[in-house]
């Protein structure tokens, strides 16, 4: 029988598959999560009965609002999201792209709030990530760069997971760039989490244990302006990656104010 823990990390699980594949079947659960049918189940019902999921006319689970009651209060105690919200307006005005507000905790991330670009070809990225590689992320970089070197080291010299070909694994080129985060108030990716996504992203220091973030994402491809014949490609990106990157540090700053006064 399992523990009293082991019980809470299953639920929490549960919770957050669900959230991710909503609604749906208890069978296609179970299989995501590698559990019994008969144990998803009975999470199922004991969530539901706490009133943190719900069942559909067609058997399927889906989050209940209590979740977002709960969600809200996380972002809402520093009014956070407030804040932010014109800065959001203002970068999506200014690029044209997606623009994100992240919570982070630790080594997890969660979407605040967001302006999706209105151009055909746009980044699609998950709304979360529990354990979703700092090392392979603009957001998660920007937060690596507000960390204390002795915690920054310890990240560094564990398993830096590759997510694409592109994802930087080497700690002392890591290093190199959050090194050069601090110095700029923002980092940079380039098809290190998913492939010909790149974005930009600046911290908002919040508290010891909370970071939140600003990004601009976009389809690597965008990135290059429109050429002329003696321009360098290779230069171009580079300037239009450090102008977004200039924008979201400004914007960060300015919520960062707003928010501890």
């Known amino acids: 029988m399992p523990n009293p823990t082991q ?3 299953a639920a929490v699980r549960v919770i957050e598959q669900v959230s991710r594949d909503q609604p ?3 069978s296609e659960l179970a299989r995501t999560l590698g559990m019994p049918k008969s144990r998803a189940y009975r999470i199922l019902e004991t969530l539901r009965g706490e009133a943190w999921v719900r069942q559909d006319a067609s058997g399927r689970w889906a989050l209940a609002l209590r979740c977002a009651t709960i969600g809200n209060r996380v972002g809402n105690e520093t009014s956070l999201r407030a804040a932010a919200r014109p800065e959001l307006e203002a970068l999506s005005a200014a690029t044209n792209e997606s623009v994100r507000l992240w919570l982070v905790e630790g ?15 746009r980044t699609v990225v998950p709304d979360s990530g529990p354990r979703f590689p700092l090392h392979a992320s603009a957001v998660g970089k920007a937060v690596l760069a507000e960390w204390a070197d002795p915690q920054l080291d310890r990240y560094l010299s564990g398993s830096l997971h590759a997510m694409t070909p592109s994802t930087i694994t080497d700690p002392i080129v890591l290093r190199g760039q959050i090194e050069r985060a601090r110095e700029t108030g923002y980092a940079e990716a380039r098809s290190e989490g998913f492939a010909d996504i790149g974005g930009v992203a600046a ?10 973030a600003l990004s601009i994402t976009y389809p690597m491809h965008r990135l290059h302006a429109p050429a002329s014949i003696d321009s360098n490609e290779s230069d171009i990106d580079k300037e ?6 200039r924008l979201v540090a400004e914007s960060a700053l300015r919520v960062e104010r707003a928010v501890l006064g």
């Open 7 to 9: 019980s809470v990390v």
């Open 24 to 26: 749906v079947g208890v």
């Open 107 to 121: 080594e997890s991330m969660a979407m605040l709030d967001s302006i999706e670009s209105d151009q055909a070809v």
């Open 203 to 212: 911290a908002i220091r919040l508290n010891d244990d909370q970071i939140a």
């Open 240 to 245: 239009r990656g450090a102008y977004f990157g």
